[in-house]
């Protein structure tokens, strides 16, 4: 394998809430953050999977994820700030893999044929790659929060999913000079003026984030969705 996958599961999960960070909530038995490590390093091409998990919770994360098996995996304390928790992650990838992923754990059912497009992409020589899906809903602009301003062309836009793709050169080099937070990775790449390659998503890879989220995923994983 040629590459390492960064997850960053140290989030608090307010949205989801519940009181557990969402990481190690379970779908049908199963912790999201185990489900995203297994899926990660099940892909044929990973070859490390390196984790950011709640800072109080590394020994806890340590065990859940023994015993998963297809790639190395190691865990580290994550940060503050999603950004922080890839860097953590990041850090932790000694190894001269050429390809990074970084992969949201919330997206725990993002499958392995999804790794597997994106580092395709990057070793086709994308420097930064996400996978995208296009916009369902007609979208509008408001100007306060009851009075629309406008309709946005949502033929020019897309869902922008994890995990996202890099040369792994690029990534270590944008994050030591990373600055104000962003909500994803190829944000980096686009403010240094890098060229982000699409590919198609996979509305598998959806974000578990509202309790209405972790039914669709429980209903898709097999189980009761009360
Ligand atoms: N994340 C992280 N470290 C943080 C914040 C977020 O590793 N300090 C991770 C989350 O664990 C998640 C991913 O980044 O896998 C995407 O973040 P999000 O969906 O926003 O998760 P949370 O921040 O946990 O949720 P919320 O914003 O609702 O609190
Ligand atoms: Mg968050």
Redesign the pocket.
């Known amino acids: 394998g040629d590459v390492a996958v960064v997850?960053?599961?140290?989030?608090?999960?307010?949205?989801?809430g519940g009181g557990t960070?969402?990481?190690l909530r379970e779908i049908n038995g199963e912790s999201?953050l185990r489900r995203?490590v297994r899926t990660a390093a099940a892909a044929p091409s990973v070859a490390l999977v390196a984790v950011?998990a709640p800072a109080d919770r590394v020994e806890e994360v340590v065990a859940l994820v023994a015993g998963v098996s297809g790639a190395r995996i190691r865990v580290v304390a994550?940060?503050?700030?999603?950004q922080?928790?890839?860097a953590a992650a990041l850090a932790a990838v000694v190894e001269a893999l050429p390809i990074v992923l970084v992969h949201?754990?919330?997206?725990a059912l993002a499958p392995a044929s999804l790794f597997e497009r994106v580092a395709a992409a990057v070793r086709d020589g994308a420097e930064a790659v996400v996978p995208v899906l296009p916009v369902a809903d007609t979208i509008k602009r408001v100007s306060t929060p009851d009075r629309v301003a406008g309709t946005v062309d949502r033929a020019e836009l897309r869902r922008v999913q994890t995990p996202q793709g890099f040369a792994a050169s690029l990534l270590r080099t944008l994050h030591a000079g990373a600055g104000a937070e962003l909500?994803d990775d190829a944000g980096l790449v686009e403010a240094a003026g890098g060229a982000v390659r699409c590919v198609p998503g996979d509305e598998l890879a959806f974000?578990?984030?509202t309790p209405f989220d972790l039914r669709i995923a429980q209903a898709l994983a097999g189980g009761t969705t009360h």
Not at 7 to 16: D, E, N, S, T, V
């Open positions: 997850i960053p599961a140290a989030g608090l999960g307010l949205r989801l960070p969402k990481a999201i995203a950011a994550g940060g503050a700030s999603r922080s928790s890839v949201d754990a919330a997206r909500t974000k578990v984030t």
